[in-house]
């Protein structure tokens, strides 16, 4: 049995193909998990749980399709899904996590987080999170016309993509005394996160360990986990078959 992590897929309509991957994985893979972990920006950007778009309840089938079948799954909320809640989990059957979460991984503990908080030199992107995190302001932009919140997306969306292209590479990446500052304030040995879209298995320190999950952009990438080994593979977009492009532990 495995326990599988996924991240940055950024499912949106007008990329089917990162879609018919995710789809095919939920149904041939997950389906046989002992648990799957989402670690944020499942969606290119979620609006709210008031979406009633036939893509938003095609995804929302999936998880709860997954659910109904006993395999238990977890979502932490990325920097493109936020505003994922309640009502989300509850029609489809998903546990929403907190922004850092420690887990037994097979007898190994393990702090779990989307890792945009551990990007502490982008002190523009954690100004934007800590606004758009504020309760008030969230309760506020739920209550708002659906129209009305896709033009406020579009906006913010825009701004972050111009944004983004003056950053460096480097500012947008995790900052290492972060890093171990979280896992040894969860006194773990391993960390599991996503958002750089550098997927790798580092080691430091101690026995330190830190697995980064990668995009959805050009192929899946799956976390697998078994009680013997951790693997990070990816997953083609056009055929069912594992790649045999992995990193073993």
């Known amino acids: 049995m495995t326990t599988l992590f996924i991240s940055d897929l950024h499912l949106t309509p007008s ?4 879609t018919d991957c995710f789809t095919r994985f939920m149904r041939e893979e997950a389906i046989h998990a ?6 944020g920006d499942l969606f290119e950007f979620w609006i709210g749980d008031d979406d009633n778009s036939d893509f938003a309840k095609q995804i929302k089938s999936e998880f709860k399709r997954l659910t109904q079948a006993g395999i238990p799954c977890f979502f932490t909320q990325g920097n493109r899904d936020f505003l994922v809640g309640k009502r989300f989990a509850k029609q489809t059957g998903v546990t929403l996590l907190g922004d850092e979460t ?3 991984l097979y007898g190994t503990p393990a702090v779990i987080l989307h890792g945009d908080t551990l990007c502490t030199d982008d002190v523009q992107y954690l100004a934007y999170r800590e606004k758009v995190h504020q309760p008030w302001l969230q309760w506020v932009f739920n209550r708002i016309p659906f129209w009305v919140k896709n033009k406020i997306v579009a906006k913010v969306q825009s701004d972050i993509s111009d944004t ?6 480097e500012i947008m990446d995790v900052t290492q005394s972060e890093v171990e500052a979280v896992m040894h304030k969860h006194q773990v040995k391993l960390m599991i996160h996503g958002h750089t879209h550098r997927p790798n298995i580092h080691h430091f320190g101690e026995g330190l360990q830190r697995i980064v999950l990668g995009d959805w952009y050009e192929q899946g990438s799956v976390l697998v986990c078994t009680q013997s080994h951790l693997d990070l593979q990816t997953r083609p977009f056009a055929t069912p078959q594992n790649s045999n492009n992995h990193l073993e532990k």
């Open 15 to 18: 990329a089917p193909e990162i």
């Open 34 to 39: 002992d648990a799957l972990y989402v670690l």
């Open 102 to 104: 420690v887990i037994d």
């Open 164 to 169: 983004k292209k003056m950053k460096s590479m």
